[in-house]
């Protein structure tokens, strides 16, 4: 699968989560594909479980912004942000392709912090 093909495959993936179609969010992933939340401990295994999982989520998200994606070859890269309840999750996905499909996936989650005003001399603010 070329790199054009993979980043196509992500930008149909990520949409269909934000609709909601689970179906089209899954058609990425291998039958046999492996997804860890190391925050958690939780491994998932097989994209049936998978999707069954973030089908039965009582939060489904409000919100759902791709700030970037990078990759090469068979790893790749989303840098994202969900919205649970009005609160914001900072989310970065490593995906692992092989024939076209997702193998192994990792997600990171991440909260919302204040910034220390003792480092304001050196920072922006972000939008």
Same mark, same amino acid.
């Given at each position: 699968?070329?790199?054009?093909?993979?980043?196509?495959?992500?930008?149909?993936?990520?949409?269909?989560?934000?609709?909601?179609?689970?179906?089209?969010?899954?058609?990425?992933?291998?039958?046999?594909?492996?997804?860890?939340? +190391?925050?958690?401990?939780? =491994?998932?295994?097989? =994209?049936?479980? &998978?999707?069954?999982?973030?089908?039965?989520?009582?939060?489904? +998200?409000?919100?759902?912004?791709? =700030?970037?994606?990078?990759?090469?070859?068979? &790893?790749?890269?989303?840098?994202?942000?969900?919205?649970?309840?009005?609160?914001?999750?900072?989310?970065?996905?490593?995906?692992?392709?092989?024939?076209?499909?997702?193998?192994?996936?990792?997600?990171?989650?991440?909260? +919302?912090?204040?910034?220390?005003?003792?480092?304001?001399?050196?920072?922006?603010?972000?939008?």
């Amino acid at each position: 699968m070329q790199e054009d093909q993979i980043h196509d495959a992500l930008d149909a993936h990520w949409k269909a989560s934000a609709d909601g179609d689970v179906d089209a969010e899954h058609a990425i992933y291998a039958d046999d594909a492996i997804c860890d939340y +190391p925050q958690s401990g939780e =491994r998932i295994l097989g =994209r049936k479980n &998978l999707q069954a999982l973030r089908s039965h989520h009582p939060g489904k +998200p409000s919100g759902f912004n791709v =700030r970037r994606i990078v990759g090469s070859g068979d &790893l790749w890269i989303t840098e994202y942000t969900i919205t649970y309840q009005g609160k914001p999750a900072y989310t970065v996905s490593i995906m692992e392709f092989r024939d076209g499909k997702v193998v192994h996936e990792t997600q990171y989650f991440a909260d +919302p912090f204040e910034a220390p005003a003792w480092r304001s001399q050196w920072v922006q603010r972000m939008a």
